[in-house]
């Protein structure tokens, strides 16, 4: 079926509320610390107090001894006996030589490289038995010199060795784009403009927090693990294959319920292993829930850059070339995809909406003493855009040009598109959003708004951000090229009842994305049955054939279009009994809103008298075709889909405390083919608010001596709540995704990406008058004031 | 959390003997749970006050408010008498963290934690209210003395606080937005005999301004706060705001509260 057709069917684009939320909304979902299993002891984990040391000596006598203690396991115990946690991607240096992949131990051994780094297990039979044991271990450290935030890093300052083996704490270098190209445009410049900025380091912080349970069965030599996960197959994987050595048919991986992600669910973490594996030396159901203390230390951080980009232009404001370089922070060790979040998800997007001709891009990849940094929403596409988007309008400041005239005068124009940094852009009108943004931002009247501001003592300000992102990740050949060590296609399994009810088993995972719903309108719309009438199934390795999980906004692009695909099988074979039913070739037969027609004739048979035929194949070709209407499928995408939008941010700035107030925030997004526009919207919204955090206020720090986390909670890390933000101003506009069954590009990271450089930008143009030019993220009250001050 | 024994007095009489054996007082508990859940305090037993009668009520009495220790934040911010003679207090007790907390938050659990970052010190401060205790009366000049002290002995209880009612009065506030907590807040009374301010978030512990309040007695307005230099000498600096900043928002809170006071 062709996309243009699929978006025409019923239940295609209807906003249908949640199936899932009345589970969710009256407390009668399953999430992981939900599950309580047999006779199942807790586990908590020691963690390092020091950012950088070396353990001299692990004592357990007092804490074995300690009441409801089953067992303690520190990293002599694990030593030999597992591998570490994989890394998912390689990346390689520009001579060719392979990054620095230094060990990932389960518990550490012999060493600590972050706070919060994992010491020992300790399972008691209570969590609260577990913790006093747990304090009754008595370590021995001898601390070490930190190595702490990126830019000292990228100094190369002598003295700290995180890993022997990178010994001057660099995991890579990485490259892309033409370095002489880009050198020669520039020498032809007529304007050049720089930038340097600070893309700030987040905490994740989903409402659920990392937790899990492991079980170990001796009768058949299984183990079953729940995990607060967006991949259980991938998960699975990991572990089995790489740190366990074990069989993978002997373990089963179930995510259920799971309070959001946001990309720090994806990763394989030493708790998990360490889990299972303890599972069976003790025998027992073991269960960890992080405490959020934990959540702040151990989940994967995400961003934190820290850049220099330069604009090549010609007079009229043209782009002629981009320069960046970027050093960025992969923390202690190597997390599950960090590698490759700041390069392949990074790099390849700062071609933005232009169609800039030459890009050279050079990225530096450090070892900190600091929790790992991987995907957080957006993964390395909001720090392309932040860093494209802020260039952007700081070009027109410079040109005297308006921020909506610049990007006019240098977006592409004409699909497919093909970028000088590796990704070819299928379809899209970057105008088209523009423009109906401007319109419901209503840009024409900023002057006057910005004139009452001014009347009372206050200074407005209007920023854009025109994002491009790369989501569905991605044809699995094109993946492993650029280093992948998985492939990243999905699986889609329809099962079809006697009764004609459909069950659908996807390997996508919803973890807040309302699959439950937006699937079940696929399936229905496609057979022309009621959405009611199907139910989606997600998150078992036991019950889902196979499945790489949802991140990237990949989960309708690439797991819809696995299932499209079954569902084609399905259509095929329901044909084949419905012509036999029907005494005609299957060639005549027409699936037309639920019923088989014979073309041209008044013949029809509904779908639900196929599926009980297919069952109980009494009038059946059974001599061709078997029985049963049960269909799987692989989907390997052709391409990335490249969802856009222009965001348009007004801020208003109270100049006596620097107080930044969102006055209005516009959002036109493409994301093709909707399903269902209030799960989009609400897609959005999440992503907006997100990102916005990041720009106005959530900022990660440490310590820059100690390495200790100084945002350690919700006291001084602080996140956005409803009352920050105005009504938001949503729409979309539609150039369906050209190589999909759906049309669909994605819509789950758009706003985080998107939406942090149009407030920055909008903040820049207030304070512009003053001469401030430069500012980093978050616009706190403290901070702005503070411009305010360097520049009076 | 520790183990820890709990105990609930019906009578503050019980309530003192609990506490003088050694039982560790629990009003709201808005600070002292969360830090006995991160095993940061491990009283090995709690008196919790919340059935203590002698403990609760609002009256209005002449020109002043006496408000029982165990008052919630909402009881507050919703009483009429309150609103009415010194809606300043109403407004500072409608604003204090979120919802939850004013529901559990008690007006005498914050006076006794002296948190330096804390609303409520700083109106008891401004208003030279009188802390009621189960030993004596202390005046509010003499009670906060910094960063979580207060001259409360062992055992003694906050019974009521006896808030003379101003003139004119307001609160303002710039909130830290991770914690909710004031990164400054202002309280500025005006009486007969003068105008008293009090600031919280900026220093070692809530304290009052001497150069606004003088300023401020002379003229009441917020060009008379905005004449006074805020030295930045003795506040603190920390993640969220430098003392420049605090000192500036010093000034610019008092002119507000001034001008909101003014009406």
């Not at chain 1, 991605?474 to 992948?484: D, E, I, K, T, Y």
Request: glycine share 8%.
């Amino acid at each position: 079926m062709s996309a243009t057709s699929f978006s025409q069917l019923p239940h295609i684009g209807e906003a249908l509320r949640r199936k899932e939320d009345y589970r969710f909304l009256t407390g009668a979902g399953q999430y992981t610390d939900d599950v309580t299993l047999a006779h199942q002891a807790h586990a908590v984990f020691l963690r390092s107090p020091h950012a950088h040391a070396l353990i001299k000596s692990i004592d357990l006598a007092a804490a074995s001894k300690m009441p409801g203690v089953v067992g303690i396991f520190t990293g002599k115990d694990i030593d030999g006996k597992m591998g570490g946690l994989p890394c998912g991607w390689l990346i390689n240096n520009p001579d060719g030589s392979p990054m620095k992949e230094p060990p990932h131990p389960i518990l550490a051994i012999g060493k600590v490289r972050h706070v919060g780094d994992h010491v020992a297990i300790v399972v008691a039979e209570t969590v609260e038995q577990a913790r006093n044991a747990a304090e009754a271990i008595v370590v021995d450290y001898e601390t070490l010199p930190a190595l702490v935030s990126v830019a000292d890093a990228a100094k190369k300052r002598g003295g700290v060795v995180i890993h022997e083996q990178a010994p001057d704490n660099q995991c890579y270098k990485w490259t892309i784009g033409d370095k002489a190209a880009v050198d020669a445009a520039f020498a032809s410049a007529a304007h050049v403009t720089s930038i340097d900025l600070i893309n700030n380091r987040l905490i994740p912080n989903a409402i659920e927090p990392r937790a899990a349970i492991a079980s170990y069965n001796r009768a058949s030599d299984e183990y079953t693990l729940y995990v607060a996960n967006q991949n259980p197959h991938v998960e699975r994987l990991l572990m089995t294959a790489f740190v366990l050595n074990l069989p993978e048919h002997k373990v089963r991986v179930i995510a259920p319920d799971v309070g959001g992600g946001f990309g720090s669910k994806i990763f394989l973490y030493a708790e998990d292993v360490a889990l299972t594996w303890a599972s069976k030396q003790l025998n027992r159901n073991i269960k960890w829930t992080a405490d959020r203390a934990e959540s702040f230390l151990s989940d994967a951080h995400g961003r934190d850059h820290v850049s220099h980009a330069q604009m090549a232009m010609d007079a009229n404001g043209k782009f002629l070339a981009l320069r960046v370089h970027s050093d960025v922070n992969l923390g202690a060790y190597l997390s599950t995809f960090s590698t490759a979040v700041p390069t392949i998800l990074y790099a390849t997007l700062l071609a933005g909406q232009y169609a800039t001709p030459q890009i050279h891009v050079e990225v530096d990849a450090w070892f900190t003493n600091t929790t790992p940094v991987d995907a957080y929403r957006g993964a390395g596409r909001p720090e392309a855009t932040y860093l494209l988007e802020r260039l952007v309008s700081r070009c027109a400041w410079e040109l005297n040009i308006g921020q909506d005239e610049i990007r006019k005068r240098n977006f592409i124009n004409s699909f497919p598109y093909q970028t000088p940094v590796a990704l070819q852009y299928d379809t899209g009108d970057f105008h088209a959003c523009m423009d109906k943004a401007r319109v419901l931002a209503d840009v024409d009247g900023f002057a006057q708004r910005r004139a009452e501001s001014q009347a009372q003592g206050k200074l407005r300000g209007i920023g854009y951000s025109s994002y491009i992102e790369a989501c569905g990740i991605a044809p699995s050949n094109v993946a492993g090229a650029l280093g992948a060590r998985a492939g990243l296609f999905e699986c889609g399994q329809v099962r079809v009842h006697p009764t004609g009810s459909v069950t659908v088993f996807t390997g996508s995972h919803s973890h807040g994305q309302g699959h439950e719903t937006t699937f079940a309108q696929v399936v229905a719309a496609r057979l022309g049955i009621p959405v009611e009438n199907v139910d989606v199934v997600h998150g078992d390795t036991g019950r889902v054939p196979f499945g790489m999980g949802t991140y990237g906004s990949r989960s309708i692009s690439v797991g819809g279009a696995a299932i499209m695909k079954a569902l084609d099988k399905i259509e095929i074979k329901a044909k084949k009994i419905a012509a036999h039913l029907m005494e005609t070739s299957d060639a005549d037969v027409e699936f037309v809103n639920g019923e088989f027609i014979v073309k041209g004739t008044d013949k029809k048979i509904p779908f639900a008298q196929i599926a009980l035929t297919a069952y109980v194949p009494h009038n059946y070709p059974l001599d061709k075709l078997e029985p049963g209407l049960e269909e799987t499928a692989f989907y390997d995408p052709t391409n990335f889909t490249f969802p856009g939008g222009t965001y348009i941010c007004e801020v208003e700035i109270d100049r006596q405390t620097g107080e930044v107030r969102i006055d209005r925030f516009t959002a036109v997004d493409d994301f093709g083919t909707l399903i269902n526009p209030l799960i989009v919207e609400g897609q959005v919204l999440g992503g907006l608010v997100q990102g916005l955090g990041q720009a106005l206020m959530e900022n990660c720090v440490y310590d820059d001596q100690t390495g200790q986390l100084l945002t350690g909670s919700f006291m001084d890390y602080a996140m956005p709540r409803a009352a920050d933000f105005p009504m938001f101003t949503l729409d979309t506009v539609c150039t369906p995704c050209t190589h999909n069954p759906l049309g669909t590009k994605g819509c789950g990271e758009a706003g985080a990406i998107g939406s942090p450089p149009a407030l920055i930008n909008a903040v820049l143009d207030a304070l512009g008058p003053l001469g401030v030019k430069d500012f980093d993220m978050p616009a706190s009250p403290h901070r702005v004031w503070e411009a305010m001050q360097r520049q009076s | 959390m520790y183990a820890f024994t709990y105990q609930r007095p019906a009578t503050l009489a019980d309530a003192v003997k609990l506490v003088a054996s050694g039982a560790r007082p629990l009003a709201g508990g808005q600070t002292l749970l969360a830090s006995m859940k991160l095993r940061l305090s491990a009283p090995e037993q709690l008196a919790d006050l919340s059935g203590v009668a002698e403990l609760s009520g609002i009256r209005k009495s002449g020109n002043t408010l006496t408000i029982g220790a165990m008052s919630r934040h909402r009881e507050v911010a919703g009483n009429a008498d309150v609103k009415a003679a010194f809606p300043a207090l109403a407004w500072l007790a409608d604003h204090i963290g979120d919802r939850q907390v004013r529901a559990m938050g008690t007006i005498g659990g914050s006076v006794a934690n002296n948190d330096p970052a804390a609303c409520y010190p700083s109106a008891v401060l401004a208003s030279g209210a009188t802390i009621i205790t189960t030993q004596r009366e202390i005046a509010a000049d003499d009670f906060f003395q910094g960063l979580f002290a207060t001259a409360l002995n062992e055992g003694e209880l906050i019974t009521a606080i006896s808030f003379p009612i101003p003139k004119r009065a307001a609160y303002e506030k710039l909130r830290q937005k991770a914690s909710n907590f004031p990164l400054v807040g202002v309280f500025v009374a005006q009486f007969d005999e003068g105008v008293r301010v009090a600031v919280t978030g900026a220093g070692n512990g809530v304290f009052r301004h001497a150069g606004l309040e003088q300023a401020l007695s002379q003229h009441f307005t917020p060009e008379s706060a905005a004449s006074v230099k805020i030295h930045a000498d003795d506040l603190n600096s920390d993640l969220h705001a430098s003392v420049a900043y605090r000192a500036n928002l010093i000034g610019v809170l008092t002119q507000r509260a001034v001008a909101k006071a003014l009406g």
